[in-house]
Every structure is written in structure tokens, then in C-alpha cells.
């Protein structure tokens, strides 16, 4: 059932290619992506990692896709221009709902006409990375995971995206696994991974196996197309 609410992988919206990986540590994940189109010009994609293991948090993910097919019947223009305001209204329902659970998390609002797109943090760790012409490069940014306190904002980077280019998105568990080095260390092999042209060869390049983390590991990636 869980594999069931996952998107199509690959899926092509317009001019861009959507591909991920999750390779939880228990049966269940309580990593979870998403992607899809909002209107005709819009489309939105995340990464979320909800805290704990096992069924409660695989639960978690079931809400998610609520939130996702709500948000495509219930986005108010103003989401699509900030979409800080859309994990904000997640973090309401998560509190409302008294789960105990709270969701790292990294959202995307993307505009077709204008080949940008509008990204927010919410506590997730590592940062996205951006794959261009000047290489690969983490997009800083900072903001309160998702679920957790009663007062959020959520500030968006714009970026632009051009022919090739790429945003590579991973959870926490990917830099789990890698025991042998220190975090710069980590941070770098992220980053080279990220240059890689596709899913099986970014796995290869982290060298990572099923049962090489305690924790779920997944990678989202989004790519214009030449």
C-alpha cells in the first residue's frame, strides 16, 4: 500500500524528468516523496522524513498524500508564490491531528513558464543541491521542521533552472550510512554523487546498499531536459 501512493518513476512533466529512490530500513519508510502538477504552468514536488521508524511513522506518509491531493483541489494562488505557506499549512494539520510526530521536510513549487523554482526548508538535512554549469552546490537554507511548534515561517530560494541542469534532493539516512567520515566529508561525496547523470549512477557513486543505514534512505532528482 505504501509503495502504492509513491508517483510514477520516472515521470516527465512538460520539459522536466522526475526520478526517486527510497530504500527504507524496516519494511515500512517513513521517508516519503511526492511530484505532480497543480494547474497547467505549476507543479510541485517534495522530500519529507518523518522522525521514528516502523508503522507510525509509515502512517505519517499516508497523510502526506492527503495533503498532496487536497493541495491540488485546495492551493490558493498565494501558495503557488510562496510556498513556505504550504508547509505552514501542513504543520497546522499535523498539530491538529496530536500525533506526536514531526516531519523533516524540503518542497518545491515550480513554474513551467518561466523555468524557475520556488524551494523551502523545513528542518531537512542535508540541503538540496543544485547541479549546473558551475558544478554541484548546496542551497543553503534554514526553517522549523514540520508538526513540531505552533509558530513557522518558511523563507524560499528562487532558482533557475536551465537546460540540463539538475536539483538533487537526499535524507538524512544517505549521510547515516557513510560511518567512516566526518560530516565535511559526507558533504562532499553528496556532492560528487549529485554530478552523476542518473538514479542508478548516483547509487553507485555513494556505494550505499540496502542495510547500510539504521535509518531510511532516499534520493528525489529533477532534471530539465536539453
Not at 516527465?12 to 519508510?29: A, F, K, N, T, V
Not at 523545513?122 to 514540520?146: C, D, T
Request: charged share 25%.
Amino acid at each position: 500500500i505504501q509503495m502504492g501512493m509513491l508517483p510514477p518513476n520516472p515521470m516527465g512533466i512538460d520539459r522536466y524528468r522526475l526520478q526517486h529512490r527510497i530504500i527504507p530500513s524496516l519494511i515500512l519508510s517513513g521517508d516519503f516523496v511526492d511530484y505532480f502538477r497543480i494547474t497547467d504552468r505549476y507543479f510541485a514536488l517534495y522530500v519529507a522524513d518523518v522522525s521514528g521508524h516502523g508503522a507510525s511513522s509509515a502512517f505519517v506518509t499516508v497523510l502526506l498524500k492527503n495533503f498532496s491531493r487536497r493541495l491540488r483541489r485546495e492551493y490558493r494562488p498565494s501558495m503557488i508564490a510562496e510556498p513556505g505557506e504550504i508547509l505552514a499549512w501542513i504543520n497546522r494539520e499535523l498539530l491538529d491531528q496530536k500525533i506526536d510526530k514531526h516531519v523533516a521536510m524540503m518542497l518545491a513549487v515550480g513554474d513551467l513558464e518561466t523555468d524557475t523554482l520556488r524551494l523551502v526548508n523545513g528542518g531537512h538535512f542535508p540541503p538540496a543541491i543544485l547541479v549546473n554549469g558551475e558544478g554541484a552546490h548546496f542551497v543553503e537554507q534554514r526553517g522549523r521542521p514540520v508538526g513540531l511548534f505552533d509558530e513557522v515561517s518558511y523563507e524560499a530560494t528562487t532558482l533557475s533552472l536551465g537546460p540540463g541542469d539538475r536539483l538533487v534532493l537526499f535524507s538524512d539516512g544517505v549521510l547515516d550510512a557513510m560511518d567512516d567520515m566526518d560530516l565535511d566529508g559526507k558533504e562532499q561525496r553528496l556532492l560528487e554523487a549529485a554530478l552523476a547523470e542518473d538514479m542508478d549512477k548516483i547509487w553507485e557513486s555513494l556505494a550505499l546498499t540496502r542495510g547500510a543505514s539504521r535509518d531510511d534512505m532516499t534520493c528525489l532528482t529533477l532534471m530539465r531536459e536539453n
